[in-house]
């Protein structure tokens, strides 16, 4: 094949030619015409234009230019004019169906283009033609391809497989040239396919014979086999003649490669995205032979720091430490990413005071904590130790390694509530920083969550009117005493089931004991929800509520007891008889007799922030102003009730709030936006013990996760609860702000 100009017997200008790409794929090729400037567009013109048309022009070794357009042709011989952009017609030729064509010869091509045309060549074979096309399984194109490799690098230098990282995926290294930059591709060429490998790849800094090591991740499978690595200044190709592996296993390399940070880091991440089993076998090999931790000792003199929190979470990364600064030789602190990039911790950070114990000196000093959210556009996978670095002024660094950090979500989030004291868990604390990280670790932890067992005790065939669901977590101290006075009601026992979801299943065969015994004591028709692990609150009560038959549905604290019969009834008459009703509640009394509920209402804190009260608090029982039935901003969900269509409408309780608090407010003033009412009923009365299994949560104890449902619930909520006190307390001559009764903050139980 040639690639000669020529001129008819009118004068006319001829030399394009026609060649086959692939099974249904054509290729024209055509020299740009001395008599044209360089410069020129050119267009082709046919019957009916081919979709796809992709044309690229490349350089010849005499300076002109030769234009490509790929194509599939059509069944039939189609004539093809090639046009200026002004339309003046310089050639035309007629195109055959691809089967007709002769295959294009790459050696010929290749002895007209310049190296650099060739170079470009095959990266457009490779990226645009192929994607476009979508030809990575033709094998008449992977022919091609193989030609222009070939022909391109006669020569090749060698790869080699390190180890399998999974079953399929290897870790292959190779040597490349530095002038060749930024590998912007991978491509793995087969016999039969093409494939695009991920295109991240670790490159070494001390190279050997002026090359630096280049590992990546691939497929490989039998030899021979080829990989084209791409970059905007040229490619590289390499070939695979032996695809068994340097090292047995993984981890036997993980165990010898304790200091190629970069190529671990690397090989974490893609572990993560295998679906089975990746993550696991990632956090096994860091937990087996973790990177040295490093941290710079307290010095009165020079400055000095720690990482010990870095949680590498799904979208971005929270880090936390200390740091001291005695001199201006202190710049700040970086995180390191996967492919060295420092990321300064300077712009989304919050410091407080601190202390730290010196390396030289007795007792604690003072210091400057800090916390620190990282936005990320890529997860790094479950890297339990992300490394840091201390800037220093003089553009030394020096490493912050922490120790390996806890991957279970749960124990992620008891970390991230100890990453600031109490009395900083501020809004600049929450917003930008401790949010972000404990909304990602909730998602986390919901998607780990399900539904492990149920055991029914006697359940009718008929649907009853009303389902009780009551979460139970560690504390089954009153359970005896709440099942025994829900039994012993002669009106509920007719109409109710018991759904109990057991938030604690280390305590299952106690649990399914205690049930089956109290089962054949009273008779009430219960059903037992096990969940796979501990969910919080709201996830809990979701759960019973699926299970729920009953078109009215209550949420009952396991540590709440009925006082005597009627109560169900006398609250599920209000719901049945008023339709614009949407939950109502209870009085709740203590074990003493006073009043620990008569309805929620919200009160701003020192800070601005609203919080949940109870009204007439620690009041004697039969104090006055609770015994009105009348409507409240909201009812605890100790003992709340709704129908299950309301409840089902705004998505039960919301679930993202830490541990189990404000999801009760959160769903009435859900319900509220509906339209509907949240009514106070005194005529129902029941004990309350109150905030008993929430005691045994040390993490909520201490005062962060409170701070931060509270913050939480007033961004979401900021608007709709302060119109609806603004209302609450012009007509309402009973609250607390008109009589000067004392508040008492109450966290919603």
């Known amino acids: 094949m040639t690639f000669d100009e020529s001129i008819d017997a009118t004068g006319a200008f001829r030399n394009a030619k026609i060649f086959r790409l692939g099974i249904e794929l054509a290729v024209l090729i055509w020299d740009l015409p001395p008599v044209l400037p360089a410069n020129t567009r050119c267009l082709l013109s046919m019957e009916q234009s081919p979709v796809p048309l992709v044309s690229m022009t490349l350089p010849l070794c005499n300076g002109k230019q030769r234009m490509f357009w790929a194509m599939r042709p059509e069944q039939r011989p189609v004539t093809v004019d090639i046009c200026t952009e002004h339309g003046a017609t310089v050639d035309t030729i007629v195109m055959q169906p691809a089967r007709a064509l002769a295959p294009l010869d790459v050696e010929a091509l290749f002895a007209d283009l310049a190296p650099d045309g060739r170079i470009k060549f095959v990266n457009n ?16 194109f992977n022919m091609v391809v193989e030609d222009a490799i070939h022909t391109l690098a006669p020569e090749r230098q060698t790869a080699s497989v390190v180890c399998q990282i999974a079953q399929g995926r290897h870790l292959i290294e190779t040597a490349i040239n530095p002038d060749l930059g930024e590998i912007t591709a991978i491509y793995a060429i087969g016999a039969t396919s093409i494939k695009r490998m991920a295109d991240r790849l670790v490159l070494g800094r001390d190279g050997k014979n002026g090359l630096q090591s280049c590992h990546f991740m691939a497929h490989v499978p039998s030899p021979p086999f080829l990989f084209v690595l791409l970059s905007k200044n040229g490619l590289a190709i390499r070939q695979l003649p032996d695809a068994k592996p340097r090292h047995a296993s993984l981890p036997g390399w993980w165990s010898k490669n304790r200091e190629a940070v970069e190529l671990r880091e690397m090989i974490i991440r893609q572990l993560a995205l295998l679906p089975e089993g990746g993550a696991a076998t990632a956090i096994d090999l860091q937990t087996r032979t973790p990177l040295a931790e490093s941290r710079i000792a307290k010095s009165s003199m020079h400055p000095s720091g720690e990482v010990d929190l870095a949680l590498a979470l799904d979208g971005g990364l929270l880090a936390g430490g200390w740091f001291h600064a005695p001199s201006s030789a202190f710049s700040g602190i970086d995180y390191v990413k996967e492919d060295g990039t420092p990321v300064p911790l300077d712009g989304n950070n919050y410091k407080f005071p601190a202390w730290a114990q010196g390396k030289d000196e007795k007792g604690k000093t003072d210091v400057t904590g800090f916390v620190a959210w990282i936005p990320l556009t890529e997860s790094p996978g479950p890297l339990l130790q992300p490394r840091f670095q201390m800037r220093l002024a003089s553009g030394a660094v020096r490493p912050l390694i922490p120790k390996p950090q806890p991957f279970e979500p749960a124990i992620q ?7 600031v004291p109490p009395q900083h868990a501020v809004d600049d604390a929450f917003r930008t920083i401790l949010a972000p990280a404990l909304q990602d670790i909730e998602r986390r932890l919901g998607r780990t969550i399900e539904v492990d067992d149920t055991k029914d005790y006697s359940l009718q065939k008929d649907a009853p009117l009303v389902s009780i669901v009551v979460p139970l977590y560690k504390v089954l101290d009153f359970l005896r005493f709440q099942l025994s006075g829900l039994a012993t009601d002669p009106w509920l026992a007719a109409n109710a089931e018991v759904i109990y979801v057991l938030d604690s299943p280390e305590i299952q065969d106690e649990t399914e004991h205690l049930l089956g015994g109290l089962h054949l004591l009273h008779g009430l028709p219960m059903k037992l929800v096990v969940m796979n692990r501990n969910s919080g609150y709201a996830r809990a009560c979701n759960a019973g509520a699926r299970f729920a038959r009953g078109s009215i549905l209550v949420m009952l604290n396991s540590d709440v007891v009925p006082c005597k019969p009627g109560w169900l009834q006398i609250l599920s008459r209000a719901l049945l008889e008023d339709k614009t009703l949407g939950a109502i509640g209870p009085k709740l009394i203590f074990e003493d007799g006073s009043l620990q509920h008569a309805g929620l209402y919200f009160g701003r804190d020192q800070r601005g922030i609203w919080l949940n009260h109870h009204f007439h608090k620690g009041m004697p029982g039969d104090y006055r102003p609770a015994q009105q039935t009348r409507d409240v901003p909201g009812v605890t ?3 709340l009730v709704a129908r299950r269509e309301t409840y089902e409408r705004v998505g039960g309780y919301t679930d993202d709030y830490v541990i189990g608090d404000y999801e009760d407010s959160d769903l009435c ?22 905030r008993r299994s929430i005691r045994r949560s040390q993490d909520y104890m201490r005062g962060v996760a409170s ?8 961004q979401r909520w900021e608007e709709d609860i302060s119109a609806l006190m603004a209302n609450q307390r012009d007509r309402d001559p009973h609250h607390p702000a008109a009589t000067g009764e004392k508040i008492q903050e109450r966290s919603a139980a």
């Not at 003033?669 to 009412?677: E, F, M, P, S, T």
């Not at 701070?707 to 007033?714: D, M, P, V």
């Open 125 to 140: 074979l490779l990226t645009v033609w192929r994607s476009a096309f979508r030809i990575a399984g033709d094998p008449f």
């Open 413 to 419: 989030r008891n970390h991230v509530l100890r990453a």
């Open 637 to 639: 969900g100790a003992c």
């Open 669 to 690: 003033l859900k319900i509220r936006r509906l339209g509907l009412q949240i009514v106070y009923e005194p005529a129902a009365c029941l004990y309350h013990f109150e």
């Open 707 to 714: 701070q931060y449902n509270s913050w939480l619930h007033t």
